[in-house]
């Protein structure tokens, strides 16, 4: 059975995202598209490389009609999200790609978003949207909040391990490079291609990306206790991909046989054999995570090496696999798609 | 129902996106794989971005089974195709990527490839696959020989021209950027990231080319008469895509008429609307062709700007069409996968 | 002896090109440096790669004294560079990197950049920048007007082609494939990393590109007659560098010839073996120019291939070479920088 | 007065970066170019990007005379170098840019490299060519090591912090983020273009880069004991740059300030103002380096970012400072130029 789609904010790079995963999937149909600044501009001319789909003309969200719609997803700005979300009917499901409901605690939200939460029994109603570890509340919600794709990626290098306590919670640093397209397709200068192609750095150093929110609430949830670990995003010239590579303290063996344990049955989560690194092009363009473990020189230190691609598993390919379950749906229904390499 | 493939070359680009696109072909199913230096290890040693699939091992093609097999791509160089393709079963339906059999006169062969053709009677028997223009004898083929990537770009930019006598047949200029997976995963010094990127310049200069072969073979099949165009390719730092950018002397509307009533019923060739022009990256990873003309300032010139994924509908994809049709599947099967952007 | 160097419009690429460039001339200095949007701030804020030098502080045009300076380099943007130049004093020598003073036709102008020129006495009084070409002019000018980078590329191409009638003055073709800089530092969608890093694409279709004008003009006058070229620029997946594949009807060797005869005493402008093609990373970073030229298998039909770095030869480093011809030093000084390679 | 200059192994990026540095040098003229397997070609022809240049044609070393040489620049592969270099005349001063000279300890270098030293006492004579550590050393020198460039860039982030005990010499993490360059012209598949580009991924990793080697040397001397640091190497999608990130236990202000001293008086170091991050870009093409330092939000932790360009401060450049010292010059020499951005 085919479930009716409304994509809100469909002309970011996360929109096109959604609609590249649903023009080959077959239980999701695309009904209504929304893009404020673009209203009454077809999709193909805002994405031309999705001309080839029949798809609705993009609209206000005010003209949107939600009569027909199973489920909604939100692409839109932080903040935005809020406001649009506690409009919507309550039949309509919900999964949220902003960072507006990934914070359960208000008082967490004010301090990494700078504002108080306008729709804080939504907050409360909303299933973080970690699958694999998130699986049967989001079966059963009406909202699912996307997780920032940093914090995915370093919520599934050590998830398995802070709750079992095979590494010192203490002493965890993650060190992550990421492509630009997590920046989206915001005009910004540092975003051009003369100014990031040939050149790499960090940003939202010294503990101030709000993902940190995201992994001291996910953390400290696995481990039943307090975990703050540092965190160092990096930009690199590539558009699509997230490597993290974390350091922690702990026997790399037993690192490595607790996330084989962990995931030894999910579709999308694939362990290397000890010792072997992943690269982020290995993935690219697919929901696949690939995960390796390194043992260090130095007794008891491991370092763990994880890839995904921001825009689909991290992003996208996420939701959709969400969506999937809320709908009573084959969890990987339309996103079996292989990595696209070279 | 599910039919049996073998890929020959497997350890290649071509390979690799057969694989690929096989992943979620649902008439498609991979049984045997060689590589001939790599025989032994496993696809995913080769191509990590592949190790969510259950592969076959690799082997050496003598050590391969053909017995349940219905259909064999041969993704092997040049020449060795020759000597391979005339020791199988002639129970096996073939599609060859290599060049061995795109050209039909032994003479155009020896010309161009510098040597007799080993194989002259497969040569006789081989269909041209540029599937728009060659649908019933492929439906009907037991040997196909899928096109050059540069060439199936010129040829979708002109051979509705070049029949109707929509432009003059002696003033026609191909000018190509290419990407550099054309080239394949060869150990070459101009191959090299430090090398390639951040420069471009041109290639195969002074009508060298070898798909000229086929430019002069179609485009004079086409016209009836000796069509000789000059065409010019050259590397540009990106992975895949080709652009022609094509110049001819001709009535720009009349040209554009021309193109969208050949292809108005093509599920894989978009003609933009007038004075539009395509991108190479709107096409990435799929099987698709975007085609635009535009006026030129000087009366009675126009200009064809014509884009495909090199190693998708310029080979592995436009390989799985022609198996489609021999299979008697419909054509587009496994094939609408939307391109990755950005 | 010591020039005295202001710069105009300094938080531009060119205007940073500017600055690498006098960073290691031994006869000017940077006394003055102006950005509206970005006056009080320092270089070393706007371009932190310049931060080892020391350098005036930012300031509006208005704030600055010119009591002390030799020359004045304008990197403005159009139209406003009129309204600047004619404001400034007699005794100031100006190079304009703008295309304000390019074309000396006021009616030219006009038909190219949409708007009468408002400053037409100081047009008649500039100079051409094309050093090769207008050496003598340049020597005794106050007023250069620097070229543009694509005009600069195919003029090197052809004019002593078109000033001998070694080819058909009307059957030529440019097709230019141009890197992301020479569009500047703007926040435009299509400039992002993500949009374009690996795709590529035509702009400026259809004869509308304003270097036509340059073109027209310059062309006409070496050949005595209207010339009318037809030119299609395209943008590739790099920072710097252009090159341009000229297509005309004429003897290759007597291009080549005709080429390497004029060429013979330039220290900047490289002719390369008959038959040889240059790359645009050769040129990197530098003032040199590559020229090669190849016979096609048509009798009577050339192709020419020129490489130059559209922010050096092309804008910055030809405006050095001017202004060191305006001053009276050699006109090499400062100049000879060997490209950056790999 | 001018010096005459022979490069050994001219035909790798190391040789390209020394003839690029050179041709703007004042006081240095390369009079002898070896490449064993391109013997007898010209410079111009390895890189065309220095045709511009006078150079003398390829030799085998052994076709070359050393008579009038001042200096040697060997960039030869290790193990190569030591035979090499054994063979030449004692008046002739020696900068190696291969690893062989580089550990002091014959032991240790059996470690790293797998085999004993083929010249010990040789190795006992040469100087470790961290130019800001070993300046006086070197000024007398017959015989430099050029360090690795990984190694150049951890050693700017640490040394004055292990020296003066600033942080805990028992919990340091090197994260490096380096350009392809650095793994020279060699034809390794990882390298193509179309392997490493929109891609990133660790390499050496679990202790095993050989720089540790240098690491270990030169951290343990500045501090008078054992110290052994975490270090991780990553392939990014760049050709030159190298960014480390290194992760230290201790007061951010104190290690701000402690670099800000040591470094102040240096004319290629540079320590960003407190809180600021460097980039790749911002040095590739020069010799500078740019070091920042970032507080942690957990108590008692920093971060430092460290950036320089592989082949000019990281190796030729490294070697052109060292050959000033050694004839005497003004260590500066030929080493101003500014970075090239964009």
Redesign the interface.
């Known amino acids: 059975m085919t479930h009716s789609v409304a994509i809100l904010g469909a002309s970011g790079?996360t929109g096109?995202e959604l609609?590249?995963l649903i023009?080959?999937h077959p239980g999701l149909d695309v009904r209504a598209l929304s893009a404020d600044r673009k209203a009454g501009m077809e999709m193909s001319e805002v994405?031309?490389?999705?001309?080839?789909?029949a798809l609705p003309t993009l609209r206000k969200i005010e003209d949107l009609s939600f009569d027909e719609i199973d489920i909604c997803f939100c692409a839109l700005p932080h903040a935005t999200s809020q406001a649009v979300i506690s409009q919507l009917p309550r039949n309509v499901k919900v999964v949220d790609l902003s960072a507006d409901f990934r914070l359960r605690d208000p008082a967490a939200y004010e301090t990494w978003y700078g504002k108080p939460h306008s729709a804080p029994e939504l907050q409360k109603e909303a299933v973080y949207g970690l699958t694999e570890f998130y699986r049967d509340e989001i079966r059963d919600a009406r909202l699912v909040a996307g997780t920032g794709c940093n914090a995915a990626t370093g919520l599934f290098s050590l998830i398995p391990l802070v709750s079992t306590g095979a590494i010192d919670l203490d002493d965890i640093?993650i060190?992550m490079?990421c492509g630009?397209?997590g920046a989206g397709?915001s005009?910004?200068?540092n975003?051009?291609?003369?100014?990031?192609?040939?050149?790499?750095?960090?940003?939202g150093?010294?503990?101030k990306h709000r993902h940190?929110g995201e992994f001291d609430q996910e953390f400290s949830k696995a481990a039943g206790r307090t975990v703050?670990v540092?965190f160092?995003p990096?930009l690199?010239?590539?558009?699509?991909?997230i490597?993290a590579?974390t350091?922690v303290r702990g026997e790399a063996r037993s690192v490595h046989e607790a996330l084989k344990a962990a995931y030894a049955d999910e579709p999308f989560l694939?362990v290397l054999p000890f010792?072997a690194?992943?690269?982020?092009?290995?993935?690219?363009?697919?929901n696949?995570v690939?995960i390796g473990v390194?043992?260090?020189?130095?007794a008891g230190?491991a370092?763990i090496?994880t890839?995904l691609d921001n825009l689909t598993k991290g992003s996208s390919g996420q939701a959709i696999q969400n969506a999937n379950l809320m709908l009573g749906q084959n969890e990987t229904t339309g996103l079996?798609?292989?990595?696209?390499?070279?």
């Open positions: 790079y096109a609609v590249r023009a080959t994405f031309p490389h999705l001309r080839h789909l640093i060190d490079k630009v397209s397709r005009l910004k200068e975003l051009l291609h003369a100014e990031l192609s040939e050149g790499w750095y960090a940003y150093v010294g503990g940190l703050e540092q160092t990096h690199v010239p590539g558009n699509r991909g490597l590579t350091y694939e010792g690194v992943p690269q982020t092009k290995h993935v690219r363009g697919s696949f690939h390194v043992e260090e020189r130095a230190r370092t090496y890839v079996m798609l292989a990595p696209l390499y070279p």
